[in-house]
């Protein structure tokens, strides 16, 4: 939603800052995991990216670092350390063989002067000196290895292998760049590696980790242009890079949250007639890499802070732009998701700050209030005719169904609270969530029309319809959440959440 970058202020009614999202992090690249993410909000930088301007917000464990055709595989830890290692055992090699390879170390320094002289990207590797002595100890491991690739693809000019390697390291080093450094600029840094994965990927058309990691240096970029023509053909860029990376490995939660930071940043620059399409494929995104996997927070949280700003445009626009979806329902589709990234990540300061702003915009005492046509209760393949459309509610203990009378008990605004105690009836359709088994859409004949919903538990299947697909998504992924935090046992927290 917001880039911090920009400080866009999505304001809510409290005039608290909205929601912003969590990016994930460079593949291979060494980023302290669980470090980085505790930071406040205003840290929290997606420059529509989520907290990242990256402050990153948990980076959860990395994948490895892909390499084609059988290639040794390294992350960027792995190749640092392997880097270390070599150096030391060059020097005691060294040691013991002085004289006999003093003629090739002299050759091997005329060829180091050589590299660093006549190739811009090591002028500008060299000219990084690190904010700290761990950054500059850094950075001369960095300057060691791109020396390496360097020289790789001297002897072979279509080392693509080399050339990835030599992106990363250019990408990293970028990183190490002081904030107020100017000589070497960042962005400098960040074009040369983009030129590196653009050759890697024209020599290997299906290296997806080079496709997402340039994806990653061309979002760096476009936040340093704020909502300008270059950041937005730099965002179109990016989501384009990550969209053949999804292509290549289809697999990739990762990859898909950071498309859909990628376009959720775009849609804020945009002009307002192209935005509700784009925000709509963000969504998508943010679902999808959900879908791939139950757990991935920063995608729950993400998916959170695009609803909310898609109900803050919604309202402002003073007309609902989707005939389905009012501002009220897309900002309490926002707090789901929130509260549920809150209930698996408690710890973390940006969702707990998010959650104190939308947990409001719940139907308390209940994460989920809707209605579903479903059959008799003890009767799922009773005639169309028999089906009624029903007042369900969802929490962290299950799914209910409520009759009429109590219907009537349940809160009618999206943060009311009924004062009554609401009493499900022994005949009403109930599903405990120890029980569930697995939660799947389903389009069979056997059901009215509409848009199916299948929750098979341990007693058998529960089959409901909902109004239509979207609202299907919303109550597929409400119930689904609901499962995966009990499966990681944080139900109590989400108890906690709901009902204070």
């Known amino acids: 939603m917001a880039s911090p970058s920009d400080e866009s202020e999505l304001q809510n009614g409290g005039g608290e800052a909205a929601p912003e999202s969590v990016p994930e992090p460079k593949v291979g690249v060494n980023t302290e995991a669980e470090a980085k993410v505790d930071g406040d909000p205003e840290q929290t930088v997606i420059q529509s990216n989520d907290a990242d301007n990256t402050p990153s917000a948990e980076q959860s464990a990395k994948p490895e670092l892909q390499k084609d055709e059988g290639s040794q595989t390294f992350t960027m830890r792995e190749l640092l350390s392997e880097l270390k290692d070599g150096e030391g055992n060059s020097a005691a090699r ?31 590797i ?29 002897r072979n000019s279509e080392d693509y292998d080399a050339l990835y390697n030599w992106a990363l390291v250019l990408q990293e080093s970028a990183d190490n760049v002081g904030p107020d450094s100017s000589s070497p600029s960042k962005d400098a840094l960040l074009e040369e590696a983009c030129k590196k994965y653009d050759e890697a990927t024209r020599l290997c058309p299906t290296l997806h980790d080079a496709f ?52 959720q940043e775009l849609s804020a620059i945009v002009p307002v007639r192209e935005k509700q399409t784009i925000v709509r494929t963000a969504i998508s995104k943010f679902r999808a890499a959900i879908q791939l996997q139950f757990d991935f927070h920063r995608a729950i949280y993400n998916l959170g802070t695009v609803l909310y700003g898609l109900a803050e445009d919604t309202l402002r626009a003073g007309a609902i732009v989707d005939k389905e979806v009012s501002p009220n329902e897309l900002y309490s589709q926002s707090a789901i998701y929130i509260a549920a990234a809150h209930a698996l990540k408690p710890n973390y300061s940006v969702y ?10 719940l139907p308390l005492p209940y994460l989920k209030v809707g209605y579903l046509a479903a059959p008799p209760a003890g009767n799922p393949v009773a005639p169309h005719g028999d089906w009624k459309r029903t007042q369900f509610v969802l929490n962290h203990e299950g799914l209910q169904q409520l009759n009429k009378v109590e219907q009537k008990q349940t809160p009618q605004t999206l943060s009311g609270r009924s004062g009554d105690a609401v009493h499900i009836d022994k005949a009403a359709i109930k599903v405990d969530v120890p029980d569930i088994v697995s939660v799947s859409a389903c389009a069979d004949l056997t059901l009215p029309a509409g848009a199916g919903l299948c929750i098979d538990t341990i007693h ?37 959440i709901i009902t204070g």
Do not use: C
């Open 352 to 361: 707990r700050s998010a959650l104190r702003l939308v947990r409001s915009m």
């Open 460 to 496: 058998g299947p529960v089959f409901l319809v909902a109004d239509s697909w979207e609202s299907l998504d919303g109550w597929f992924d409400a119930i689904r959440l609901v499962y995966t935090i009990f499966a990681r046992g944080k139900s109590d927290v989400l108890a906690g």
């Open 212 to 263: 997402y990691n340039w994806a990653i240096a061309i979002s760096d970029r476009a936040k340093m242009r704020g909502r300008t023509k270059e950041a937005e053909e730099l965002w179109k860029q990016a989501t384009r890079n990550y969209e053949k990376a999804v292509q290549l490995n289809w697999n990739s939660p990762q990859a898909l949250n950071n498309w859909g930071l990628a376009l």
């Open 94 to 124: 060294e040691g013991e063989t002085h004289d006999a390879s003093h003629h090739y170390s002299s050759e091997s320094t005329q060829q180091q002067h050589h590299i660093d002289h006549n190739d811009p990207a090591m002028d500008l």
């Open 126 to 154: 060299n000219s990084v000196t690190g904010v700290d002595e761990e950054g500059r100890s850094r950075q001369r491991i960095l300057a060691f290895a791109a020396r390496r690739y360097a020289s790789a693809i001297e």
